[in-house]
């Protein structure tokens, strides 16, 4: 993970400002770095008084691949060109990169840059250097091959390249928006791009959205768009406009492919993915089974997905065995071959399946760390006291948490408020504080169901060191990063975004404790690992929300695929860029498997029938017996069951998971009637909705 920075100007250089240089730093600490240059601009349209642009770029470098660090922005002497770079570039046009991504990167966007030939049906070559580039095209060809080159690569990304020679700033994300990229305009007119803000809104931060690539030609309107982005002005409406010289123009991402004839005559950019088959069943379905080729090519595409986002990781300094703490008393794997990866495992289906594969992937004395999360949930508290304090009126403490009007697929969505009380008395067996009362965060339901899931992945890879860490936050530990929390999350600002960022914030510092054996007492823990793996996906790909459940209930195949292709051409508009910037903080990654492009291309390949299990009888296994697997997600189930994860595969999906959040529809829903499993919704008392804004007394400032 790294931090970038991109700004221009006409008056002169608008580097970052303190406070926003720390927030770059946190997420790349291996190195920062910053570069000028003042750029002549000929044909400059209506900027009368100046004719230079001023263009500030400042990196910073989180090392996860390659034997040494690369420092940022890469710079080519030859050319002046330069690169930001933010993400991982697993592949390009197919062919796997070993090494150091940014600086295979750099080298594909150059020849891009100098070469008409670099089209997406150019090979690449791991040994291409610039001393073999072709001749420089015409500009709109050069652009062109700008925007193949970044058709053509796989992996999460947020990038910014200057392209010297034809006097052009190039950047976006990636067409799922895995890595976060804010712009804002100034006072002066100036042109601010970054991993992060800092969390003032009235700078007037906005996403960039993942709809496109990108420029900005400084050497005047000699190119047209097929696209003009609207710019946007300060909230002070004295402020000066913004100058036209300093529109971004748009290629956008697409389905179709730009070589079609059929094809729209603008250019633009393929997706690296088909739409959803829509196909409908027009005969009996023939039930899969655990064994069945499409559970096998499931396993198959996500073991690479996983090979590629989990090996040839680099752990710094920080990493080594003397550096953990708690030293002497780890045990040995973690102290002589501390974890590399950490797993945000709330004990669901998605997580626990990662967990399981990549158990078969990487070596065997090297440790895990299930990193699970628990919080103090003062209401939660408040009900049990009232629970055992006035058991002979149980019925009415339970109607008071759900009281609140039912909503549709009230079941489900009440799911959470009914485990309030029902995990206590499951959890009556858990150790209680010392004042009697119950461990507040034994009672999560993420804590239930991750200790469930972790026993059952060392029932069956009882080979492997698996450090399952115990995050517990107190509530009063929350409130002290609460301010911090939101201006990290700017320019989203409301309750929902706040529960969920907590949860990912305390996950990424991943500082918890651990027990080293039965009996002995926890120790405090911190993981090494800089690679964090996340279940987010899956939902959308296999029909894991209740409303898929809905959908196919009122309307059959046809209202089920209408609900899962809503969620899936929604996955690009997401609040990834928001998570990336919480999680990010901590010098961490977040890598998600179920996202990567060619799972997704089979994925969304696959007709429905094969991916659920809505419609069809339960599944039976070789020997004929029934699996009692839910319709959602059936095919993942089947796959966890072969894993041997057969209490896993029968895990009822809650109404709303804390690693699966992003997607829930809450418009109607008030925070009372919606418990994360780690109880971050609804701490503080009164009738807060989620989609209440954020007071403004809380935004203003900087918490750093």
Same mark, same amino acid.
């Given at each position: 993970?790294?931090?970038i920075?991109?700004?221009?100007g006409?008056?002169?250089f608008t580097p970052p400002?303190?406070?926003?240089?720390?927030?770059?730093?946190?997420?790349?600490?291996?190195?920062?770095?910053?570069?000028?240059?003042?750029?002549?601009?000929?044909?400059a349209?209506?900027?009368?008084s100046?004719?230079?642009?001023y263009? *500030?770029f400042?990196?910073?470098v989180?090392?996860?691949r390659g034997a040494?660090?690369?420092?940022?922005?890469?710079?080519?002497? %030859?050319?002046?060109?330069?690169?930001c770079? =933010?993400g991982?570039?697993?592949?390009?046009?197919?062919?796997?990169?070993?090494?150091?991504?940014?600086?295979?990167?750099?080298?594909?966007?150059?020849r891009?840059a100098t070469?008409?030939a670099?089209?997406?049906d150019?090979p690449y070559?791991p040994?291409?250097t610039?001393?073999?580039?072709?001749t420089?095209?015409?500009?709109?060809d050069?652009?062109?091959?700008l925007?193949a080159?970044?058709?053509?690569? *796989?992996?999460?990304?947020?990038?910014?390249?200057?392209?010297?020679? =034809?006097?052009r700033?190039v950047?976006?994300?990636?067409?799922?928006?895995?890595?976060?990229?804010?712009?804002r305009?100034? =006072?002066?007119?100036?042109?601010?791009?970054?991993?992060?803000s800092d969390? /003032?809104?009235?700078?007037?931060?906005n996403?960039l %959205?993942?709809?496109g690539?990108?420029?900005i030609?400084?050497?005047?309107?000699?190119?047209h768009?097929h696209e003009?982005?609207?710019?946007?002005?300060?909230?002070?409406?004295?402020?000066?406009?913004?100058p036209?010289?300093?529109?971004?123009?748009?290629?956008?991402w697409t389905?179709?492919?730009s =070589?079609?004839?059929?094809?729209p005559?603008?250019?633009?950019l393929?997706f690296?993915?088909?739409?959803?088959n829509?196909?409908?069943?027009?005969s009996?379905i023939s039930?899969?089974?655990?064994?069945a080729?499409?559970?096998l090519?499931?396993?198959?595409a996500l073991?690479?997905?996983l090979a590629?986002?989990i090996?040839?990781q680099?752990?710094?300094?920080r990493?080594?065995?003397?550096?953990?703490? /708690?030293f002497?008393?780890?045990r040995p794997?973690?102290?002589?071959?501390?974890a590399?990866?950490a797993?945000?495992?709330?004990?669901?289906?998605?997580c626990?399946? &990662?967990?399981?594969?990549?158990h078969?992937?990487?070596?065997? %004395?090297?440790?895990?760390?299930?990193?699970?999360?628990?919080?103090?949930?003062?209401?939660?508290?408040?009900? *049990?006291?009232?629970?055992r304090?006035?058991?002979?009126k149980?019925k009415?403490?339970?109607?008071?948490?759900?009281?609140a009007?039912?909503?549709?697929?009230s079941?489900?969505?009440r799911?959470?408020?009914?485990?309030?009380?029902?995990?206590?008395?499951d959890?009556?067996?858990?150790?209680a504080?010392?004042?009697?009362?119950?461990?507040p965060?034994e009672?999560c339901?993420?804590?239930?169901?991750g200790?469930?899931?972790?026993a059952?992945?060392?029932?069956v890879?009882?080979?492997r060191y698996?450090?399952?860490?115990?995050?517990?936050?107190?509530?009063?530990?929350?409130?002290?990063?609460?301010?911090?929390?939101i201006?990290?999350?700017?320019?989203h600002?409301?309750?929902?975004?706040?529960?969920?960022?907590?949860?990912?914030?305390?996950?990424?510092?991943?500082?918890g404790?651990?027990?080293?054996g039965e009996?002995?007492?926890?120790?405090?823990?911190?993981?090494?690992a800089?690679?964090?793996l996340s279940?987010?996906?899956?939902?959308?790909?296999?029909?894991?929300?209740?409303?898929h459940?809905?959908?196919?209930?009122?309307?059959g195949?046809?209202g089920?695929?209408?609900?899962?292709?809503?969620?899936?051409r929604?996955?690009?508009?997401r609040n990834?860029?928001r998570d990336d910037?919480?999680?990010?903080?901590?010098?961490?990654?977040?890598?998600?498997?179920?996202?990567?492009?060619?799972?997704?291309?089979?994925?969304?390949?696959?007709p429905?029938w094969?991916?659920?299990?809505?419609?069809q009888?339960?599944?039976?296994?070789?020997?004929?017996?029934?699996?009692?697997?839910?319709p959602?997600?059936?095919?993942?189930?089947?796959?966890?069951?072969?894993?041997?994860?057969k209490?896993?595969?029968?895990?009822?999906?809650?109404?709303?998971?804390?690693l699966a &959040?992003?997607?829930r529809?809450i418009?109607?829903?008030?925070c009372?009637?919606?418990?994360?499993g780690?109880r971050?919704?609804k701490?503080?008392?009164?009738?807060t909705?989620?989609?209440?804004?954020?007071s403004?007394?809380?935004?203003?400032?900087?918490?750093?």
């Amino acid at each position: 993970m790294c931090g970038i920075f991109f700004s221009i100007g006409r008056e002169g250089f608008t580097p970052p400002s303190i406070d926003l240089l720390d927030l770059l730093s946190r997420r790349g600490p291996d190195c920062i770095h910053e570069h000028q240059v003042r750029v002549a601009c000929p044909d400059a349209g209506d900027v009368q008084s100046n004719t230079n642009a001023y263009l *500030s770029f400042t990196s910073s470098v989180l090392s996860v691949r390659g034997a040494h660090v690369v420092g940022q922005p890469l710079i080519d002497e %030859d050319s002046g060109s330069l690169l930001c770079w =933010n993400g991982d570039a697993w592949k390009i046009n197919g062919a796997p990169i070993v090494g150091n991504d940014t600086e295979v990167v750099f080298t594909w966007l150059l020849r891009a840059a100098t070469s008409c030939a670099a089209h997406t049906d150019t090979p690449y070559s791991p040994g291409l250097t610039t001393n073999t580039l072709g001749t420089e095209g015409s500009r709109l060809d050069t652009l062109n091959a700008l925007g193949a080159a970044i058709e053509s690569i *796989s992996g999460p990304f947020a990038f910014i390249f200057y392209d010297a020679p =034809n006097r052009r700033i190039v950047f976006g994300r990636d067409c799922l928006g895995r890595r976060s990229l804010l712009q804002r305009h100034d =006072n002066k007119g100036n042109l601010i791009i970054s991993s992060v803000s800092d969390g /003032c809104p009235r700078d007037n931060w906005n996403e960039l %959205d993942d709809k496109g690539m990108y420029w900005i030609d400084l050497v005047g309107p000699g190119i047209h768009a097929h696209e003009v982005v609207t710019p946007r002005t300060s909230l002070n409406s004295s402020d000066a406009l913004i100058p036209p010289f300093y529109q971004p123009s748009k290629l956008p991402w697409t389905f179709t492919d730009s =070589n079609d004839e059929a094809a729209p005559k603008e250019t633009h950019l393929k997706f690296p993915f088909p739409p959803l088959n829509m196909d409908l069943p027009h005969s009996p379905i023939s039930q899969l089974s655990p064994s069945a080729t499409p559970v096998l090519q499931l396993k198959q595409a996500l073991i690479e997905s996983l090979a590629l986002r989990i090996q040839d990781q680099d752990n710094p300094e920080r990493a080594k065995p003397g550096n953990l703490p /708690c030293f002497t008393s780890l045990r040995p794997a973690m102290t002589e071959n501390p974890a590399k990866v950490a797993i945000l495992f709330s004990g669901g289906l998605d997580c626990t399946v &990662i967990a399981r594969l990549v158990h078969d992937i990487l070596p065997s %004395d090297q440790s895990i760390d299930i990193l699970n999360i628990a919080f103090e949930n003062p209401r939660v508290l408040e009900a *049990s006291k009232a629970s055992r304090g006035n058991s002979a009126k149980p019925k009415k403490k339970a109607k008071k948490l759900n009281s609140a009007p039912a909503q549709p697929d009230s079941n489900h969505g009440r799911l959470e408020d009914s485990i309030a009380l029902s995990t206590i008395e499951d959890s009556r067996h858990k150790p209680a504080n010392t004042n009697g009362m119950l461990n507040p965060y034994e009672v999560c339901p993420d804590r239930i169901t991750g200790r469930k899931s972790l026993a059952e992945l060392r029932e069956v890879c009882h080979s492997r060191y698996w450090n399952f860490i115990e995050i517990n936050i107190p509530h009063s530990e929350a409130l002290k990063h609460r301010k911090r929390i939101i201006s990290l999350i700017h320019p989203h600002n409301t309750e929902m975004d706040l529960s969920i960022a907590y949860a990912f914030y305390f996950a990424a510092r991943g500082t918890g404790t651990v027990s080293t054996g039965e009996g002995s007492e926890p120790l405090i823990y911190t993981t090494p690992a800089r690679i964090l793996l996340s279940g987010l996906g899956a939902d959308e790909l296999f029909a894991g929300y209740s409303r898929h459940g809905a959908a196919f209930a009122r309307n059959g195949f046809p209202g089920l695929l209408e609900s899962m292709n809503l969620d899936i051409r929604r996955l690009g508009e997401r609040n990834l860029g928001r998570d990336d910037r919480v999680i990010s903080h901590h010098g961490k990654q977040v890598r998600y498997p179920y996202l990567d492009e060619s799972l997704l291309d089979w994925a969304l390949r696959a007709p429905v029938w094969v991916k659920t299990g809505f419609g069809q009888q339960d599944t039976v296994d070789e020997s004929g017996e029934g699996l009692y697997l839910d319709p959602e997600k059936r095919i993942l189930r089947l796959l966890a069951w072969s894993l041997g994860l057969k209490g896993v595969s029968k895990e009822k999906k809650r109404a709303v998971r804390i690693l699966a &959040i992003f997607e829930r529809i809450i418009s109607l829903l008030t925070c009372e009637q919606v418990q994360f499993g780690a109880r971050t919704a609804k701490m503080e008392t009164g009738r807060t909705k989620g989609t209440s804004i954020l007071s403004i007394s809380e935004t203003l400032g900087s918490p750093f």
